[in-house]
């Protein structure tokens, strides 16, 4: 029975095993019931799904790692650039905390 086991799953990683075994443990396997421990047909299939999953994700990840982000720079015209600094400039003048006089000087 277990070289049975052994044949099913040959070629899968261990990775990909261990993960299809977590989800019959688990119940997440919805074409098995649970009663029983999956048939080698069964856990063949689950095991090479994952693996399947596993490597789609890495290479998700490397096509995501290897695209270089490209944030294009703004551009504005010289009166655009003078309103948004006396904005700025307005801003920064209300929030500037006004003296307050001192006994002494009253």
């Given at each position: 029975m277990a070289k049975a086991y052994l044949?099913?799953?040959?070629?899968?990683?261990?990775?990909g095993l261990e993960l299809a075994v977590r989800r019959f443990i688990?119940?997440?396997?919805d074409e098995h019931?649970?009663?029983?421990?999956?048939?080698?047909?069964e856990l063949a299939r689950a095991a090479r799904y994952e693996d399947f999953r596993i490597t789609?994700?890495?290479?998700?990840?490397?096509?995501?790692?290897?695209?270089p982000i490209e944030e294009p720079e703004p551009?504005?015209?010289?009166?655009?650039?003078?309103?948004r600094k006396a904005?700025?400039?307005?801003?920064?003048?209300?929030?500037?905390i006004k003296?307050?006089?001192s006994r002494d000087a009253a």
């Open positions: 044949i099913a799953i040959e070629g899968c990683s261990l990775d688990r119940g997440e396997v019931n649970g009663k029983f421990a999956p048939t080698t047909a789609a994700e890495a290479q998700h990840a490397t096509r995501m790692l290897s695209k551009e504005y015209t010289e009166e655009e650039m003078a309103k904005f700025v400039d307005e801003l920064l003048g209300r929030n500037r003296k307050i006089p």
